[in-house]
């Protein structure tokens, strides 16, 4: 479903690099950031005695805030306009994460965490946007793979930076903020060569796209889960098999490898045939790795299998990014990237106490059978929207 008001901004025949690389950059550094924070906010609280519910419920306000503004973004960018917004949020993102490390106080920190959610939704819903409009049609898949790739390597930078300042004093929060500071100055940058948003006139809402592209919110909803559940619950299941946190780590750090170095593949495999052809079997590959992991996870055949699983989970939301670009454009495709924000905090919220509860319910190997099912079902939902 077309938005006829707005028309395409990359042409067949070129591609505009210039700004395509602007945009992914951007990310990438404010990807870093985001990065950072988790870990090392948790380093902080555990070291001054808060207990592991209060730790998770202080990470859990980034998404909420997240999910709140996401419903909003739509309406901010036609009354604000892009440029002015995403300034605005990287701005206030960078004073809130300096205000979290000059207070180092748990109860100043649940709003601050909520704030940084709240700015990072329309950074992350503008420049998905500017991505897909920018992408020719017929290189839209290894472009947006080169996007989640990119980003899945700033968020993986975020944490391996502690290791170079460690988690006490300023350091950590300088580069944190720095990273804000740098996208803010960034953006400004490169503001002219990117598409003016949200100036058409048109309206449209999450509803609307939640009534038009079920599909691919269920496709956002079960990657977001599957993530968030893995990174939360595999020590749990690692430990039952007598396997090392140092192991475990470095399985997590394996899944993470194969989501970025295989994305751009999985992109090409959209223009190649089509991105719902290629979800589909990403979904199946996901399912068989859930089905495989109890067979493999105390063998060396372990490590391939994360490899894979990082790059086949992880690229079911690029190639949801492709097919919204194939689907909406104009305010619709504002509204759908708002909309696949929304999703993602609310998959990332729900799937780890719910992975957890069937861990309880039926043993351990409740972590790849309630992910397998939620990928079969993913997958039988694809086969049967056409």
Do not use: H
Not at 121 to 130: A, C, I, Q
Not at 151 to 171: D, I, K, N, R
């Amino acid at each position: 479903m077309n938005d006829a008001t707005t028309p395409r901004v990359a042409s067949e025949a070129q591609i505009p690099w210039a700004p395509l690389a602007g945009v992914i950059a951007t990310v990438a550094i404010f990807a870093v950031a985001q990065g950072l924070t988790y870990p090392l906010l948790s380093f902080i609280l555990e070291r001054q005695g808060a207990s592991a519910g209060l730790i998770g419920v202080s990470a859990a306000m980034t998404p909420l805030g997240l999910i709140v503004g996401s419903p909003l973004i739509p309406a901010l960018i036609r009354r604000f306009g892009a440029g002015p917004l995403a300034l605005v949020c990287a701005t206030v993102a960078a004073i809130s994460l300096a205000l979290i490390g000059w207070t180092l106080d748990v109860v100043a920190w649940f709003p601050l965490r909520f704030t940084i959610g709240l700015a990072i939704g329309p950074l992350f819903v503008l420049s998905e946007t500017w991505l897909i409009a920018l992408s020719p049609p017929q290189r839209r898949g290894r472009i947006l793979g080169l996007y989640t790739a990119v980003v899945s390597a700033g968020f993986a930078a975020g944490p391996l930076s502690l290791m170079l300042v460690g988690t006490e004093g300023w350091p950590p929060f300088l580069i944190g903020v720095g990273a804000f500071v740098v996208c803010t100055l960034w953006l400004a940058a490169i503001l002219r060569r990117l598409p003016q948003l949200g100036r058409d006139g048109g309206k449209a809402s999450v509803g609307d796209v939640a009534r038009q592209a079920p599909a691919l919110l269920f496709a956002v909803f079960v990657t977001a889960a599957f993530e968030q559940s893995l990174l939360s619950l595999l020590p749990v299941y690692g430990l039952s098999y007598g396997i090392g946190e140092r192991s475990l780590s470095a399985l997590l750090a394996v899944l993470i490898a194969g989501n970025i170095a295989l994305q751009v593949p999985v992109g090409l495999a959209a223009e190649r045939w089509t991105a719902r052809s290629a979800s589909i079997a990403c979904a199946l590959a996901t399912f068989l790795g859930c089905l495989l992991l109890p067979l493999l996870i105390a063998t060396p055949l372990v490590w391939p299998l994360f490899f894979l699983w990082g790059a086949f989970s992880f690229g079911i939301y690029t190639l949801a990014l492709v097919e919204l670009g194939e689907r909406f454009s104009g305010a619709m495709l504002i509204a759908a990237n708002a909309t696949f924000a929304l999703v993602w905090g609310v998959g990332g919220i729900a799937g780890p106490p719910a992975t957890g509860a069937a861990m309880d319910w039926v043993g351990v190997q409740g972590l790849p059978a309630a992910l397998g099912l939620l990928y079969l079902a993913l997958a039988l939902a694809r086969l049967r929207r056409r």
